[in-house]
């Protein structure tokens, strides 16, 4: 998707989270270079493991998430909308 400009490296992704018996968090993830995740020090090849390292972060036990659906843009778009145009954009090479 940072090849489409539909991402830039750099951009910021956010996922708020509260926890069943928690305080709400929000966590910030940066896109890097080739495509993975920076957060909470730890790089990530996937939005679903990032999004994961986060809310076990905030004291969850949850073993899976769906991070396309987890991640939104500064602006409020999820990441799950962005891959439905990038798919739209680049069908010959997915």
């Given at each position: 998707?940072?090849?489409?400009?539909?991402?830039?490296?750099?951009?910021?992704?956010?996922?708020?989270?509260?926890?069943?018996?928690?305080?709400?968090?929000?966590?910030?993830?940066?896109?890097?270079?080739?495509?993975?995740?920076?957060?909470?020090?730890?790089?990530?090849?996937?939005?679903?493991?990032a999004?994961?390292?986060?809310?076990?972060?905030?004291?969850?036990?949850?073993?899976?998430?769906?991070?396309?659906?987890?991640?939104?843009?500064?602006?409020?778009?999820?990441?799950?909308?962005?891959?439905?145009?990038?798919?739209?954009?680049?069908?010959?090479?997915?």
């Open positions: 998707m940072v090849s489409s400009n539909l991402l830039k490296v750099g951009d910021v992704l956010v996922m708020p989270y509260k926890p069943r018996h928690g305080q709400p968090k929000r966590y910030e993830a940066t896109i890097l270079e080739d495509g993975s995740l920076s957060l909470l020090d730890q790089v990530f090849g996937s939005p679903s493991y999004a994961l390292a986060g809310i076990n972060d905030s004291g969850s036990v949850r073993k899976t998430v769906n991070g396309w659906t987890s991640w939104k843009t500064m602006d409020g778009r999820l990441l799950s909308e962005l891959r439905e145009a990038f798919l739209v954009l680049e069908p010959t090479q997915n």
